[in-house]
């Protein structure tokens, strides 16, 4: 039996919907994992500290915990033309979630795997952890199971320094006079309108203050200062 060209043209963009379709479905939104985030400074508050002239007394940073998976020792990969190489030990945290699937990728500055050599994520509830990668439309390809004697859930604490910063740098000591300068800075650039020149005079206190950050002088000099910080501008 023959079948009209257009017939066969018509079969085959109703297969390709449908398939494409499928692949849609199986594509589940991804949603960020809320992770732990707080706002830290250095030198952390009540230990003494010690610094030279131009070095910044104080900076904020950010300490994010994350749910992690921990690879015990490299694992060979699916081996397939999308999935090919190996997932290399090491520490992945938790990033997103798709459907009941939790995505783990390396930490931010560990570049040990790619997107084409695979995603590892962790199914629930059966607890399986699978080697993954994308396929065509984007969709979650499930490879071999990893072994549960080949790696461990844990968490980790990762520190980085806050893109917005305020800091005094000390600038000397003239007699019984502490000199500083207050900067702000955001994505590492100055901004000159928030540049100030302050003094402290130790004759009235060891404590020196600014919008918030306290510090108490323990010694200066001309070219070093030791102190504590009582308050930071967190």
């Not at 949603?31 to 003494?48: A, D, F, G, K, M």
Request: charged residues 20%; positive net charge.
């Amino acid at each position: 039996m023959k079948i009209n060209k257009n017939v066969m043209i018509k079969i085959g963009i109703v297969l390709f919907l449908i398939l494409f379709s499928f692949n849609i479905i199986a594509c589940a939104s991804s949603v960020p994992i809320r992770q732990n985030i707080e706002n830290i400074s250095y030198p952390e508050l009540n230990t003494i500290t010690t610094n030279s002239i131009g070095d910044t007394l104080l900076t904020q940073g950010i300490r994010t915990t994350y749910p992690t998976i921990e690879i015990m020792h490299d694992i060979n990969g699916p081996g397939t033309m999308i999935g090919r190489g190996n997932i290399p030990k090491g520490i992945y945290i938790a990033v997103s979630m798709e459907g009941n699937n939790v995505i783990y990728k390396p930490r931010p500055n560990d570049a040990i795997m790619t997107e084409a050599v695979g995603i590892i994520f962790l199914v629930y509830p059966n607890d399986v952890l699978n080697i993954a990668w994308r396929g065509g439309f984007g969709n979650l390809v499930k490879g071999r199971n990893i072994e549960k004697n080949s790696y461990k859930k844990t968490v980790i604490t990762i520190e980085s320094s806050s893109d917005f910063q305020q800091t005094l740098i000390y600038t000397g000591k003239e007699g019984n006079i502490i000199k500083a300068t207050y900067r702000e800075f955001s994505g590492n650039l100055a901004r000159p309108a928030f540049t100030v020149d302050v003094t402290y005079d130790l004759k009235d206190s060891d404590v020196i203050a600014f919008r918030g950050a306290r510090l108490q002088i323990l010694e200066a000099t001309n070219t070093l200062i030791t102190y504590k910080v009582l308050n930071n501008f967190n």
